[in-house]
């Protein structure tokens, strides 16, 4: 299957210094499988000189490519998007934002006239999820749906026919995602099951794992709680098979990839129903969803699944997580690059 389009894809490419395999990795070496020639930027850490580095790829490659894919996120890293894709109509380059962050819906509304430069002027914008395809939309900005994708084969179903109270939490340590919930529900929980244990991988962003450290000390809890820092994905899907509930207690979201891969290996899921996450999981179907910031109800939740109720909730969730495999969604993309 050759494709004789040319892509710059422009993103946060940090594989190498986080050991987060994240989209511009996954989705470039998946495009270039299917025969597109694809440049890639930036793997640079340092956030100015990345951003640097973006502006500069762009300006390099113009006159090489047919499109410009930008990985568009709603914090600071939304000015990323905005400066390359105005660099893009300058040189008259198709550009097509692949919308990430739960918080796009506020950057419209916060910053109409910025967002509107981006996402009015693109080729399309793409979305992960039907959440931000249904707002973008809404704002009047052509929005395809195309999933984020997982290699399904590299994802081992572990039947877990008793569930023990060991709680898996994989997420950033950043306010946003809310981790110092997954330790109040840990001390709730064990009021019930005192030899529930919370396994916690993810880095630090904003000081937030050391808020959590203070927190499980202050519970008395912390013997419970393993910190585990970055985990490679291979590592944290090791960890998952010791654990038996995944537990996102997220206050903003969109499509999380980690969620995804949690239903793929098995993992019953109680989550916030913030975001794009109620369009991820269907509540009582193929996983459970509470109130943002609702440790009772989480807590509840996650005791209703270990008295064995909501049995075919793990099958279902592998066969929703099997629609993100790459020879599903493979074609919309070639449709859209052609």
């Known amino acids: 299957m050759?494709?004789?389009?040319?892509?710059?894809?422009?993103?946060?490419?940090?594989?190498?210094?986080?050991?987060y395999i994240t989209t511009i990795d996954s989705l470039s070496k998946s495009l270039k499988g299917l025969g597109f020639k694809v440049y890639t930027s930036s793997r640079i850490k340092n956030k100015f000189f990345r951003f640097l580095d973006m502006c500069y790829s762009v300006i390099r490659y113009q006159s090489r490519v047919d499109y410009i894919l930008i990985d568009t996120y709603s914090t600071s890293n939304f000015y990323f998007a905005y400066f390359t894709s105005q660099l893009s109509r300058i040189f008259n380059v198709k550009y097509i934002p692949i919308l990430h962050g739960g918080g796009l819906p506020n950057r419209l509304k916060n910053n109409p006239n910025l967002s509107r430069h981006v996402f009015k002027n693109s080729y399309l914008?793409?979305?992960?999820?039907?959440?931000?395809?249904?707002?973008?939309?809404?704002?009047?900005?052509?929005?395809?749906?195309?999933?984020?994708?997982?290699?399904?084969d590299a994802y081992s179903f572990k039947e877990r026919v008793?569930?023990?109270?060991?709680?898996?939490?994989?997420?950033?340590?950043?306010?946003?995602?809310?981790?110092?919930?997954?330790?109040h529900v840990l001390s709730k929980l064990k009021e019930n099951f005192p030899e529930a244990t919370l396994c916690m991988v993810g880095p630090d962003k904003d000081g937030e794992l050391e808020v959590s450290i203070n927190l499980a000390k202050k519970l008395n809890i912390l013997?419970?709680?393993?910190?585990?820092?970055?985990?490679?994905?291979?590592?944290?899907?090791?960890?998952?098979?010791?654990?038996?509930?995944?537990?996102?207690?997220?206050n903003v979201d969109n499509t999380p990839v980690s969620v995804i891969e949690a239903m793929a290996l098995g993992l019953p899921i109680v989550s916030t129903n913030v975001g794009g996450i109620p369009y991820l999981i269907e509540d009582k179907v193929d996983g459970l969803l509470v109130e943002k910031n609702n440790v009772k109800q989480m807590t509840e939740n996650i005791k209703s699944l270990l008295n064995n109720e909501h049995k075919d909730v793990p099958i279902n969730a592998?066969?929703?997580?099997?629609?993100?495999?790459?020879?599903?969604?493979?074609?919309?993309?070639?449709?859209?690059?052609?």
Not at 126 to 137: E, R
Not at 318 to 324: D, F, I, L, V
């Open 2 to 19: 050759m494709n004789n389009s040319k892509i710059l894809y422009i993103g946060n490419n940090l594989q190498n210094s986080t050991n």
């Open 125 to 152: 914008n793409i979305s992960p999820s039907g959440y931000l395809k249904d707002i973008f939309s809404t704002n009047g900005y052509s929005t395809q749906l195309i999933k984020n994708t997982i290699d399904i």
């Open 162 to 183: 008793i569930l023990e109270p060991k709680l898996l939490f994989v997420r950033a340590f950043a306010k946003m995602y809310n981790p110092t919930m997954a330790i």
């Open 223 to 250: 013997d419970s709680v393993e910190f585990c820092g970055v985990l490679s994905k291979k590592d944290w899907h090791k960890k998952s098979i010791d654990c038996d509930v995944f537990i996102n207690t997220t």
């Open 318 to 338: 592998r066969t929703k997580a099997e629609s993100y495999a790459w020879e599903v969604v493979k074609y919309k993309w070639l449709e859209l690059l052609k």
